[in-house]
């Protein structure tokens, strides 16, 4: 993670042709002696390492009112930042902490008077992504503000669109106000669902700003 760290822009065709390995010399050549299956092995592993890494599926999307879509978007001609640009494009969205939402806006609400049915998602970019097709309306959840926090402290933040970690946690005090006893209430019964789903829920709340 380190060497993609501090190479945010080297397009993914490129990734292990510079990789650092134990002897300097075969730097590169370890990857062009490799079999196309093999290489096609090696890819699969910095997806996985992106979704770790990051918390953003390369392979797979979740698309309003399609259904969950298997699209590899991660381009050989594409940087990681490039990537994270395409996933998250910038847009012209309200400014959350002076727009005046109402205090009962927030997750659990919309849960039970607004019929919405909320699934958490690990996925980054399956934040607020809505869906219509099912009788009932789901709207997917990305809960780790502590992670957006993190990013947004590293070098790797500055590779997201600008504002978009920000807005992001925004969206979750907003969601997920910590001082709103109904919404502590509700959170806490999902998080004892998702851990008799023998799932995890994060812990952490975002403090809404005033």
């Known amino acids: 993670m380190g060497y ?15 990789f650092p390995t134990a002897i300097p010399h075969a730097r590169g050549a370890w990857y062009d002696r490799l079999p196309h299956d093999r290489k096609e092995e090696a890819f699969k592993v910095l997806d996985f390492v ?12 979740f698309v309003e009112n399609h259904g969950e879509e298997n699209m590899s978007v991660w381009e050989m001609n594409m940087s990681l930042e490039g990537l994270l640009h395409h996933i998250f494009p910038e847009e012209k969205v309200p400014d959350t902490e002076s727009s005046r939402w109402p205090y009962n806006f927030h997750a659990a609400n919309l849960h039970h008077m607004g019929d919405f049915k909320i699934i958490w998602t690990e996925r980054l970019q399956d934040h607020l992504v809505i869906d219509e097709t099912n009788s009932a309306i789901t709207m997917r959840i990305y809960h780790h503000a502590l992670v957006l926090e993190c990013l947004q402290l590293s070098d790797v933040g500055k590779a997201f669109p600008s504002g978009f970690l920000e807005e992001t ?4 005090a907003i969601l ?9 209430q509700w959170m806490g019964r999902e998080q004892r669902r998702a851990k ?15």
């Open 169 to 172: 946690l925004q969206s979750l």
């Open 196 to 210: 008799r789903n023998k799932g995890t829920l994060s812990q952490f709340y975002h403090k809404r700003k005033s």
């Open 176 to 184: 997920l106000p910590k001082y709103n006893r109904a919404n502590q």
């Open 4 to 18: 993609l760290r501090e190479n945010l822009g080297i397009c993914r065709g490129e990734i292990f042709k510079d």
């Open 50 to 61: 992106i979704k770790l890494w990051l918390m953003v599926d390369v392979k797979r999307r």
